[in-house]
């Protein structure tokens, strides 16, 4: 957030807001919350009603462009049967907390993002696979698949299986040291501040290793209109840029659901 991800500039602050929003929901619903995360983000972001705060993330060593990186961290931490949501994860009617409640499948995500043709020069997906493989080279892992067409959208992610979480965490580590320790990957990822290797590393790669061996997989959003599942159980996930436009709207919905909560996050903004 620092590292002014996209060019844009005060994330930590709008990302304040967010991650506000996104936790009000899940207190509403009675849940428990956990945050992962270090020093300076406890500073910032403990204000808000977590159950816990670990600084799980005093231990992350890896180049700050990889975004899932803590969320790795964070996913290892917790114990089978967790639930990862993003900062901009809003979960807002019980239907959704019913649907994750699911502890048939070995492995619940967001959904299927689909429709990447990885020889499409300027796909993103395509772009940044070419990236990803440049460095790993030989240390491709056995499971990784480099002709599939789909990937998994991790806003939301719970693992039921420990054995699809463990070989998945596992990758995810040894491709991200092997990244991290080529020049010449770091230099074309400092080079280009929209690239973003996560995109193989976190989601393209846990699909290929729950296709490989062949893990039950559910998705919280699935049909041919997205859009309609997600406004039907009630699950928001605002992504990428598009996040930062809406802050205004995220404000006006704090205060009617935890008036006491936009209070204190609008004292601590003003303070950062």
Known sequence: MTGSRWYIE??????????????????????????????????????????????????????????????ILAQEAEPIGSIHIDGDVFLKKRAVYDIIRDRDADVIVQMLEGGFSIPYPGSCYGDNLNLVLSALNKNIPP???????????????KFN?????NRYIKGYKEMINNCCGDQSFVKRLIADNNMCPDLIMEQWWLKSVTDHYGYKVKTVLSGHDINEAAVKIGYTHVIGTAKYGLISVVKERLLEIAPDLFTKVERGISKL
């Open 10 to 71: 005060d994330q930590l602050k709008n990302n304040l807001w967010l991650f506000a929003l996104s936790v009000a929901y899940v207190k509403k619903f009675g849940h428990e919350i956990v945050l992962h995360t270090d020093g300076l983000g406890k500073e910032i972001y403990g204000r808000l009603p977590y159950d816990e705060i670990h600084l799980t993330l005093d231990n992350l060593n890896a180049h700050e462009r990889f975004w899932a990186a803590g969320k």
């Open 143 to 157: 499971e990784f698949d480099r002709r599939q067409d789909s990937a998994y959208n991790c806003g939301l992610v």
């Open 161 to 165: 299986n420990p054995e699809p979480k």
